[in-house]
């Protein structure tokens, strides 16, 4: 099982691009391994809260990846990408408002 620790510390291999694409694969197949875990859980509902306040930080530094992205790429293509960047903002946002309403609803058990 990879952790984060052992993610974080790990040497990629290969050209800079490479690198690149590989993080990005992580990514996606970390969120598959989410999906699973949420899916696949006994009856209790997965911990929401704790959740989206790290798919909020994810979406943060995800818009702050996408930035970085489109630096150096003509006009047209910068502009689509800051797009995503700006609706990643929106989604975190979004995830920040979901918890907000998720800790003040009183508990159900």
Do not use: Y
Request: hydrophobic letters at 45%; proline letters at 9%.
């Amino acid at each position: 099982m990879v952790t984060v620790r052992t993610w974080l510390t790990r040497e990629r291999q290969g050209p800079p691009v490479d690198r690149v694409f590989d993080a990005a694969c992580d990514l996606m197949l970390a969120a598959r391994g989410l999906e699973t875990e949420v899916r696949e859980r006994p009856a209790d509902p997965p911990p929401a809260i704790a959740i989206l306040g790290v798919l909020e930080a994810t979406l943060r530094t995800l818009q702050g990846a996408t930035r970085e992205l489109g630096a150096g790429h003509p006009e047209p293509e910068m502009d689509a990408i800051a797009r995503l960047g700006d609706a990643l903002l929106r989604a975190a946002d979004e995830c920040e408002r979901a918890r907000a309403t998720l800790l003040a609803a009183p508990p159900t058990r």
